[in-house]
């Protein structure tokens, strides 16, 4: 028992060694001691005594320190299984750092006793940990995985919804989302489990464009969707520069470049699609007979014939039309055009992206309805003059400030209407100023007459939103399976991860939607709603966070993110943001389902998700803070508007600017305080709601504290920005995540069938398909700087050999 009180002089390594477990010990008190006062757990406290005790012990050269240390090391492994169980990455911040602690000691162990425990056998000692803790980490779980054992249905070759007047995929991928009814799903069959990991480059195309001056740098963010119709691929880059493709080789055969300027760019330049019109009537062989749309980041919508990418003359100013007549003083980058537009019964039908957060008095989120062959102003909808029919005239403006649509919208050739996914009022924080209309048509789907540009219904998603909880997802048509027969419906996901089921006809839900109570307070208490609703038939949203659910990348990161969460203001979900205090708010704002929207096989009856799984860090900034901040809106001298939305938004015409922190990151290690995963993947049956699987999308392998690389080929789940599409052949091809990463996955089992590395981030949807009797699959590998992906212009196709 004498060598358990051995004292010997310590190496000066050895007292290095206690200095630094001393000061680990000490941040751990303190900070535990705080986080027990404000209500949190005592084990940081507790082992920050430990720590300190050890580092005296190794101080004075007792070989007790080793000892005690075993203990703290023990107590730390109950505790973090108590805590967390034995998922892997929640045991990381609880168990890697100590372990590591313990590894350094065992190390230290000869210097403290006799010579016959040398360092060989210290040296074993640490390898016989380090390949337990390997084999551990390896056959822990990473995350919770659903499973779905069934065998599913086959699929049904017939489209109920296929109008034969209309394009629809199959050879073609005629639409931003595949067809009208935005589905995302093709009925080509070539490519299947069987085969998908054969799937090679066969041609890549650099489209040119990148940031030029150092206004773009950091902007840049390629989402692009091309379409492919008949012999030709066509695409916009992130400044509107349109291209037509030889499908086969990724040749280029024409670009057109609308010339727009740097200062338009919002906080990223993107464009999602074009969109591709047959004026009907015209012989195939005149000049514009078919033609490419889109609309440009300085908010003009732009008409080139599809074979030759030359203006059409007969539309509008030689080809374009400026979108902004009627909207008053615009400053550049505070409106733009970002989505594909919708074209119905011959109208192009367009909202804007209003830039967020600046001001109340931004441009308005006024519709406008455009004729598809001449460009003509048909209609305009602002919701607060509805006796409008076209520009406002008498020098009078839109309304301003408004809710506008910067996604895209979908349409009903057969009713003649346009569905229409609207965002918030002007600042997204604020709402004592908002007028009964905009509390009635804000973040709600409105389905517009497409003849006449009147609202004919809508459905609130969320009442009186103060979380940017905007709908950013296209709605989704489908023939919904009812105990009378198919109904006529639309499949609406949310930014709060509710999946909501309403008869197009008359935006009635099919499947249950219940309000519930929801958290009040905040800076405005009378205005908050008593309830929200939710979704009964599905969600993709998680439970509340509790402090168990704090992450980082050791002890001390955790314990910083325990007490951030114990002295912000939750109540759960739709807590209100404060000013005294950060608020959290779960899922954030990138949470649920954004701007990739699902995909949905209308033969099996699957819905396809990807889904954000964040919370957001939210401050409400008074007014006097904000200004000696520097926080001024863009229309104002180019003010410090932050580095992404949210992000020091200066709300500017409201009592507060607002701060937040998408994602909840520590400031030092840039790691989330959330514990993974951060995205996932689910599929879901369309009839019942039920999840068939579900599991964490994307890998460690770019991720890191610190922005390093990990590496790590392992399912964390990362955020993901971009959509799926799914196949008759029982194949889902996606990117979207961090990891620069493109897949084919199993549509039964949703795990992963092939992949390939991208040159850039994967922030777009994939599209697929047939040229020369052979199936194709299309990404834009052309990054993002939110998502923190590298920006590249290229265009990758793939296929087998």
């Given at each position: 028992m004498?060598?358990?009180?051995?004292?010997?002089?310590?190496?000066?390594?050895?007292?290095l060694?206690?200095?630094?477990?001393?000061?680990?010990?000490?941040?751990?008190?303190?900070g535990?001691?705080?986080?027990?006062?404000?209500?949190?757990?005592?084990?940081?406290?507790?082992?920050?005594?430990?720590?300190?005790?050890?580092?005296?012990?190794?101080?004075?050269?007792?070989?007790?320190?080793?000892?005690?240390?075993?203990?703290?090391?023990?107590?730390?492994?109950?505790?973090?299984?108590?805590?967390?169980?034995?998922?892997?990455?929640?045991?990381?911040?609880?168990?890697?750092?100590?372990?590591?602690?313990?590894?350094?000691?065992?190390?230290?162990?000869?210097?403290?006793?006799?010579?016959?425990?040398?360092?060989?056998?210290?040296?074993?000692?640490?390898?016989?940990?380090?390949?337990?803790?390997?084999?551990?980490?390896l056959?822990?779980?990473?995350?919770?995985?659903?499973?779905?054992?069934?065998?599913?249905?086959?699929?049904?070759?017939?489209?109920?919804?296929?109008d034969?007047?209309?394009?629809?995929?199959?050879?073609?991928?005629?639409?931003?989302?595949?067809?009208?009814?935005?589905?995302?799903?093709?009925?080509?069959?070539?490519?299947?489990?069987?085969?998908?990991?054969?799937?090679?480059?066969?041609?890549?195309?650099?489209?040119?464009?990148?940031?030029?001056?150092?206004?773009?740098?950091?902007?840049?963010?390629?989402?692009?969707?091309?379409?492919?119709?008949?012999?030709?691929?066509?695409?916009?880059?992130?400044?509107?520069?349109?291209?037509?493709?030889?499908?086969?080789?990724?040749?280029?055969?024409?670009?057109?470049?609308?010339?727009?300027?740097?200062?338009?760019?919002?906080?990223?330049?993107?464009?999602?699609?074009?969109?591709?019109?047959?004026?009907?009537?015209?012989?195939?062989?005149?000049?514009?007979?078919?033609?490419?749309?889109?609309?440009?980041?300085?908010?003009?919508?732009?008409?080139?014939?599809?074979?030759?990418?030359?203006?059409?003359?007969?539309?509008?100013?030689?080809?374009?039309?400026?979108?902004?007549?009627?909207?008053?003083?615009?400053?550049?980058?505070?409106?733009?055009?970002?989505?594909?537009?919708?074209i119905?019964?011959?109208?192009?039908?367009?909202g804007?992206?209003?830039?967020?957060?600046?001001?109340?008095?931004?441009?308005?989120?006024?519709?406008?309805?455009?004729?598809?062959?001449?460009?003509?102003?048909?209609?305009?909808?602002?919701?607060?003059?509805?006796?409008?029919?076209?520009?406002?005239?008498?020098?009078?403006?839109?309304?301003?400030?408004?809710?506008?649509?910067?996604?895209?919208?979908?349409?009903?050739?057969?009713?003649?209407?346009?569905?229409?996914?609207?965002?918030?009022?002007?600042?997204?924080?604020?709402?004592?100023q908002?007028?009964?209309?905009?509390?009635?048509?804000?973040t709600?789907?409105?389905?517009?007459?497409?003849?006449?540009?009147?609202?004919?219904?809508?459905?609130?998603?969320?009442?009186?939103?103060?979380?940017?909880?905007?709908?950013?997802?296209?709605?989704?048509?489908?023939?919904?399976?009812?105990?009378?027969?198919?109904?006529?419906?639309?499949?609406?996901?949310?930014?709060?991860?509710d999946?909501?089921?309403?008869?197009?006809?008359?935006?009635?839900?099919?499947?249950?939607?219940?309000?519930?109570?929801?958290?009040?307070?905040?800076?405005?208490?009378?205005?908050?709603?008593?309830?929200?609703?939710?979704?009964?038939?599905?969600?993709?949203?998680?439970?509340?966070?509790?402090?168990?659910?704090?992450?980082?990348?050791?002890?001390?990161?955790?314990?910083?993110?325990?007490?951030?969460?114990?002295?912000?203001?939750?109540?759960?979900?739709?807590?209100?943001?404060?000013?005294?205090?950060?608020?959290?708010?779960?899922?954030?704002?990138?949470?649920?389902?954004?701007?990739?929207?699902?995909?949905?096989d209308?033969?099996?009856?699957?819905?396809?998700?990807?889904?954000?799984?964040?919370?957001?860090?939210?401050?409400?900034?008074?007014?006097?803070?904000?200004?000696?901040?520097?926080?001024?809106?863009?229309?104002?001298?180019?003010?410090?508007?932050?580095?992404?939305?949210?992000?020091?938004?200066?709300?500017?015409?409201?009592p507060?600017?607002?701060?937040?922190?998408?994602?909840?990151?520590?400031?030092?290690?840039?790691?989330?305080?959330?514990?993974?995963?951060?995205?996932?993947?689910?599929?879901?049956?369309?009839?019942?709601?039920?999840?068939?699987?579900?599991?964490?999308?994307?890998?460690?392998?770019?991720?890191?504290?610190?922005?390093?690389?990990?590496m790590?080929?392992?399912?964390?789940?990362?955020?993901?920005?971009?959509g799926?599409?799914?196949?008759?052949?029982?194949?889902?091809?996606?990117a979207?995540?961090?990891?620069?990463?493109?897949?084919?996955?199993?549509?039964?089992?949703?795990?992963?069938?092939?992949?390939?590395t991208?040159?850039?981030?994967?922030?777009?949807?994939?599209?697929?398909?047939?040229?020369?009797?052979?199936?194709?699959?299309?990404?834009?590998?052309?990054?993002?700087?939110?998502?923190?992906?590298?920006?590249?212009?290229?265009?990758?196709?793939?296929?087998?050999?």
């Amino acid at each position: 028992m004498a060598i358990l009180y051995t004292t010997r002089r310590p190496h000066w390594l050895v007292r290095l060694l206690a200095l630094v477990i001393g000061l680990i010990g000490l941040i751990l008190l303190l900070g535990g001691a705080y986080l027990v006062y404000v209500g949190g757990s005592p084990y940081y406290a507790l082992a920050g005594l430990g720590l300190l005790a050890t580092a005296w012990l190794l101080g004075r050269g007792s070989a007790l320190a080793l000892w005690l240390y075993v203990l703290v090391y023990a107590a730390t492994l109950v505790w973090a299984i108590w805590e967390a169980g034995l998922d892997g990455w929640a045991l990381v911040p609880r168990v890697v750092a100590p372990t590591v602690v313990l590894l350094f000691i065992v190390t230290a162990v000869p210097a403290l006793l006799p010579r016959h425990f040398g360092w060989r056998a210290a040296l074993l000692t640490d390898v016989v940990i380090i390949v337990a803790a390997a084999i551990i980490g390896l056959t822990l779980p990473n995350a919770k995985v659903t499973d779905y054992a069934g065998d599913l249905p086959a699929a049904r070759p017939a489209d109920t919804l296929a109008d034969p007047s209309l394009r629809q995929a199959g050879a073609d991928w005629p639409a931003y989302g595949g067809s009208e009814s935005a589905r995302r799903y093709s009925p080509l069959t070539q490519i299947t489990p069987d085969n998908a990991g054969q799937l090679k480059r066969v041609w890549a195309v650099h489209t040119g464009d990148l940031p030029q001056s150092e206004f773009a740098q950091g902007k840049y963010g390629a989402e692009t969707t091309p379409l492919k119709v008949g012999n030709a691929l066509y695409l916009c880059t992130p400044k509107n520069i349109i291209l037509s493709l030889d499908p086969a080789t990724g040749q280029e055969r024409w670009r057109y470049d609308p010339k727009v300027s740097d200062d338009w760019i919002p906080y990223t330049a993107a464009c999602r699609g074009v969109t591709y019109y047959d004026v009907p009537g015209v012989p195939a062989d005149q000049a514009c007979a078919s033609r490419i749309i889109e609309g440009t980041l300085d908010a003009r919508l732009i008409a080139v014939d599809a074979n030759t990418g030359a203006p059409c003359p007969g539309f509008g100013d030689n080809g374009a039309v400026d979108t902004k007549a009627g909207m008053g003083e615009v400053e550049p980058g505070m409106l733009s055009i970002t989505a594909a537009p919708t074209i119905v019964r011959g109208i192009i039908v367009t909202g804007h992206q209003v830039l967020d957060g600046q001001i109340r008095s931004a441009p308005s989120g006024a519709i406008q309805g455009y004729d598809a062959v001449t460009g003509a102003l048909r209609w305009a909808w602002d919701m607060k003059q509805p006796d409008l029919t076209g520009v406002p005239p008498d020098g009078r403006t839109y309304a301003r400030g408004t809710p506008n649509m910067w996604t895209a919208a979908s349409g009903d050739e057969r009713l003649g209407l346009v569905y229409l996914p609207l965002g918030n009022s002007a600042v997204d924080y604020w709402s004592s100023q908002r007028s009964d209309v905009e509390n009635r048509f804000a973040t709600s789907l409105v389905a517009l007459d497409v003849g006449t540009g009147r609202p004919v219904w809508n459905f609130q998603t969320v009442h009186k939103d103060v979380w940017d909880y905007d709908l950013g997802s296209q709605a989704t048509l489908v023939d919904f399976p009812a105990d009378g027969g198919a109904v006529p419906a639309l499949v609406l996901p949310s930014k709060q991860g509710d999946i909501y089921v309403l008869d197009r006809r008359t935006g009635k839900p099919l499947t249950p939607v219940e309000e519930q109570p929801a958290p009040a307070g905040g800076v405005e208490p009378e205005q908050r709603s008593p309830t929200q609703p939710h979704s009964l038939y599905h969600t993709l949203r998680k439970a509340d966070l509790t402090e168990k659910d704090m992450w980082g990348m050791s002890p001390i990161d955790q314990m910083v993110c325990r007490i951030e969460f114990r002295t912000a203001t939750y109540s759960g979900f739709y807590t209100p943001p404060t000013s005294a205090t950060h608020s959290i708010e779960y899922p954030g704002y990138n949470g649920g389902s954004d701007w990739g929207g699902i995909a949905v096989d209308p033969g099996r009856g699957i819905i396809v998700a990807n889904y954000n799984d964040m919370p957001n860090y939210v401050r409400l900034v008074p007014r006097d803070e904000a200004d000696r901040l520097g926080w001024t809106p863009r229309s104002q001298a180019r003010g410090a508007i932050g580095g992404a939305e949210g992000a020091g938004d200066p709300q500017a015409e409201t009592p507060f600017a607002v701060n937040v922190n998408a994602g909840w990151r520590l400031p030092v290690t840039g790691l989330l305080c959330k514990e993974p995963p951060y995205g996932g993947i689910r599929a879901i049956d369309l009839k019942s709601g039920k999840t068939l699987w579900d599991r964490p999308f994307g890998t460690a392998r770019t991720n890191g504290p610190f922005g390093i690389p990990s590496m790590l080929p392992v399912d964390i789940g990362t955020p993901n920005n971009g959509g799926a599409v799914v196949t008759a052949g029982g194949v889902v091809f996606i990117a979207a995540a961090t990891d620069n990463l493109v897949r084919a996955i199993d549509l039964k089992t949703g795990k992963t069938l092939w992949s390939d590395t991208l040159p850039g981030g994967g922030q777009a949807t994939p599209m697929t398909y047939e040229e020369g009797g052979k199936q194709y699959v299309v990404i834009m590998a052309g990054g993002h700087h939110f998502m923190e992906t590298p920006i590249s212009d290229e265009l990758i196709a793939y296929a087998l050999p």
